[in-house]
């Protein structure tokens, strides 16, 4: 993983929501990191799923998912999006991460609960 991290991670890029978030990060000029347990699936998801990828700037990164991993990969980044489900399986590691890397402070996110309701999965809460 390049040391010049970018401000955004896509957890789960390689699936369908993360794929639309990528797209939208693509058309508003925003760099991020693409990233997910396989980097095969993310670099076929990125360059069959977001049309004109070849114009974004973001790097691929395979993760394991468990808490250590995915702090490393948060760590200096700003924002970090989450589209790997069930959030109520695979939720909590990804949590851990983001208080280790300090995310939520970063955010500004005060209430933990505001940011969590966007999953749609209250069992997560
Ligand atoms: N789609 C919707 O309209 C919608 C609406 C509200 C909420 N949600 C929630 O959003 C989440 C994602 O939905 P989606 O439709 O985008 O699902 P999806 O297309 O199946 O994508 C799931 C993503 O999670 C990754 N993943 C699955 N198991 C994993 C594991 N054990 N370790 C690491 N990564 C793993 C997949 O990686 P691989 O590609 O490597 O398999 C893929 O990137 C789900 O929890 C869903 O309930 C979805």
């Given amino acids: 993983m390049s040391n010049n991290k970018k401000p955004v991670v896509v957890y789960g890029a390689s699936g369908y929501t993360g794929r639309l978030v990528c ?9 991020f990191i693409a990233a997910g347990r ?28 468990n808490t250590e991993a995915l ?8 924002v970090v999006l989450n589209t790997v489900g069930p959030f109520a399986k695979f939720g909590p590691e990804v949590v851990q ?7 939520f402070a970063k955010l500004g996110v005060r209430n933990r609960t ?12």
């Fill in 23 to 31: 797209e939208y990060l693509r058309e508003y000029g925003i760099p």
């Fill in 38 to 65: 396989s980097a095969e699936k993310l670099h076929a998801a990125m360059k069959s799923n977001v049309p004109g990828i070849e114009t974004a700037d973001y790097e691929v990164v395979e993760v394991q998912h």
């Fill in 71 to 78: 702090t490393e990969l948060f760590r200096g980044a700003s």
């Fill in 97 to 103: 991460a983001c208080l280790a890397a300090n995310i």
């Fill in 114 to 125: 505001s940011a969590l309701t966007r999953a749609q999965e209250n069992s997560l809460l």
